[in-house]
């Protein structure tokens, strides 16, 4: 659909039937496109998890990454970074978030992210770091305050909250207020947590990691704004980049270089 039809036509919408607009708001939220099956990296390996969950492994021992992209992403986007750490003696684990990929489901939500996490962390054992970007960032933020078993913590071109991300998605669909009212309701049934309680400034209470926030000037999909709020907020470093957008920065050298400065400082 045109871009400019969207806003008016979710208006009007909204103001007739606000119940159904928030139900597709809802559902354009939680129910993912674009699962279109690629070739896996050279020198990656294939791995599937005891309740179904997949993913790809670069590195075969030493210290472990557990990786999570974001919102309509693929494990298949930490090539880079696993490549170098394997180089390192570590082993990098990149999963594909439940509905993406390989890994099983229709529907996902950040806290359905952050269980994933965790899930596959109790089957591998304690983590050197856990590293995720965007959605992916945040949800591993979440799960290291729910008492995720890691070291490090990365958070790449990651919201500051979730609150902000159903904001701009109920301005783009130009949803009126009472559409917006309830479309946050439903994700919050959805999720089982209130959208407020995803907000840097209260699950930074729970963290105790050291964490590496790195964002682009020129992010286009979350400000760079909420990346100085989760640095701020985690009293972490923050990796400020420019020209880069939202999704070159995962692939950028000099980032991934870094990142490996900070997760792996003495083979670095």
């Not at 139900?23 to 496109?33: N, V, W």
């Not at 890691?150 to 109920?170: E, F, H, N």
Request: glycine letters at 12%; charged letters at 25%; proline letters at 6%.
């Amino acid at each position: 659909m045109n871009a400019k039809l969207i806003r008016p036509l979710g208006r009007l919408l909204g103001n007739l039937f606000p119940d159904l607009a928030a139900e597709m708001a809802r559902r354009l939220a939680t129910r993912p496109i674009g699962r279109r099956r690629r070739p896996d990296p050279e020198g990656a390996m294939p791995v599937t998890f005891r309740f179904g969950l997949a993913g790809l492994r670069w590195g075969h021992g030493g210290p472990t990454v557990l990786a999570l992209h974001g919102w309509e992403g693929r494990a298949a986007q930490f090539r880079g970074l696993g490549e170098r750490l394997a180089r390192r003696g570590y082993q990098l684990i990149a999963l594909d978030a439940p509905a993406h990929g390989r890994s099983p489901g229709a529907e996902a939500d950040p806290v359905v992210f952050a269980d994933a996490l965790q899930e596959v962390a109790a089957e591998v054992g304690p983590l050197h770091a856990v590293v995720g970007h965007s959605m992916g960032g945040a949800s591993a933020l979440y799960a290291l305050s729910r008492g995720l078993d890691s070291a490090r913590g990365v958070a790449i071109a990651a919201p500051a909250g979730l609150v902000g991300v159903l904001a701009r998605m109920s301005r783009a669909l130009g949803l009126p207020e009472e559409a917006r009212r309830r479309f946050f309701a439903k994700m919050h049934s959805r999720t089982g947590v209130a959208p407020e309680a995803l907000d840097i400034d209260l699950v930074a209470n729970g963290l105790a990691q050291r964490v590496l926030v790195v964002h682009d000037r020129d992010d286009r999909i979350i400000p760079f704004a909420d990346a100085e709020r989760i640095a701020r907020a985690t009293r972490g470093e923050l990796h400020a980049t420019r020209g880069l957008g939202h999704r070159d920065v995962l692939r950028d050298g000099d980032v991934l270089d870094h990142i490996v400065g900070f997760l792996a400082p003495r083979a670095a």
